[in-house]
């Protein structure tokens, strides 16, 4: 399965669109209601048959008659999806985690809708049929493969993007292998630490524009509710938000290209991102080491380069990459540390990345691996 995403033209034929996804807006908060309505009082919520018939009911009267212009197979998507959310909600619930239940969306929060079989069609050219309208947008490569389903989605600017899912499979790339493998430790100060030398920057993108999101922010707050001022404030704020998210993502992809054209496998660590979240907070959430990895895997999949990853509770960093002790006293200020056996003086980062090279030649994905009494690493 593939996916392929352009933009539409901007023109004043796309309020139909964006009337259609505030209607799929005013179903799922209606639908949220009802869940919440029904839970507070039996204790369980409504099964995604039960809601879509209570839907098809509403539509026959004259208060909900609006509804009948929005895409049927839409609306049972919204249920569906909703569906999905309370169940993840009570698996999550029921295994002791916490999990927040699905919530209530404004209009202009709400991004999207999604087309099965009915309801649109791929044109000859740059068009596209939704519904009785006709729409061109940005053909920047031909479409591949069988056409299945359609996502129209809008960002915080306003445009509208179209996303086709269809059936194609794209073939392995024929990658000549290097015989190269690589450890890297994911890092605050470098993005990527590598075992053999090989250290990548932490770009920070959102750091480098903090300063013009700050006065945009300001400018926004400043602006009186509901004014064309404030709107305009809002969209300048937007693009600012957008370019740094797509700077990152740009990123991502560029790097992830070149670790798999360089190593036949690369050994990583699992990363307790919720942790690391709560110490650093905005400064992980600009790094994006969750894509990055996603992006890796995906990339690695089809270029049939392996990805290893070795435990998250593994003491990476603490212990000696020469005699394999344990530095139970490292701290997270200290970068630089001397081992108490054998004198030698280490770099954290590489330290861990030389550590996470090493066990991630005996170790599987999820398998949990601790040092020993002695303190030597076991599996």
């Known amino acids: 399965m593939k996916t392929y995403k352009f933009k539409l033209y901007s023109n004043h034929g796309n309020r139909e669109l964006h009337k259609t996804i505030d209607g799929h807006a005013e179903v799922w908060n209606h639908c949220v209601a009802v869940q919440r309505r029904y839970y507070g009082i039996y204790g369980k919520y409504i099964s995604k048959f039960r809601l879509i018939n209570h839907i098809s009911k509403l539509k026959r009267l004259p208060k909900f008659a609006h509804w009948n212009q929005l895409p049927s197979q839409a609306i049972q998507d919204v249920v569906v999806r909703i569906d999905k959310g309370y169940k993840a909600m009570f698996e999550a619930r029921a295994s002791g985690k916490k999990w927040g239940r699905p919530r209530f969306k404004p209009r202009r929060k709400y991004k999207s809708f999604t087309l099965l079989q ?10 596209i049929k939704i519904g009785k309208c006709i729409y061109s947008y940005f053909k920047s490569r031909d479409i591949c493969g069988n056409p299945k389903r359609c996502t129209i989605k809008r960002d915080a600017l306003g445009d509208v993007y179209i996303c086709v899912l269809t059936d194609h499979e794209e ?15 994911f890092g605050l100060k470098r993005y990527l630490t590598g075992h053999n030398g090989h250290d990548i920057d932490s770009p920070q993108f959102f750091k480098r524009s903090l300063n013009a999101v700050k006065n945009a922010n300001r400018n926004h707050s400043r602006k009186q509710k509901r004014s064309s001022n404030r709107e305009r404030a809002r969209l300048d704020l937007a693009r600012k938000h957008r370019k740094i998210e797509r700077q990152r993502e740009d990123f991502h992809w560029k790097l992830a290209h070149r670790l798999t054209d360089e190593y036949d496998e690369i050994r990583l660590e699992n990363l307790n991102l919720q942790g690391m979240k709560a110490l650093w907070g905005r400064k992980v959430s600009d790094l994006g080491f969750a894509d990055f990895i996603d992006k890796l895997k995906y990339i690695a999949a089809k270029k049939g380069v392996k990805i290893t990853f070795i435990d998250k509770w593994y003491p990476s960093s603490k212990t000696c990459s020469v005699c394999g002790c344990v530095n139970e006293a490292l701290n997270l200020r200290d970068r630089n540390w001397q081992c108490n056996d054998c004198s030698t003086v280490h770099d954290r980062d590489r330290n861990a990345a030389i550590n996470i090279f090493r066990v991630g030649a005996s170790t599987h994905e999820g398998e949990d691996i601790r040092p020993d009494s002695s303190g030597n690493p076991c599996g």
Do not use: C, S
């Open 171 to 185: 073939p392995d790339l024929n990658r000549l292998t290097t015989g190269k493998i690589a450890g890297f430790d």
């Open 118 to 127: 009915a309801g649109w069609k791929i044109l000859p050219g740059n068009r």
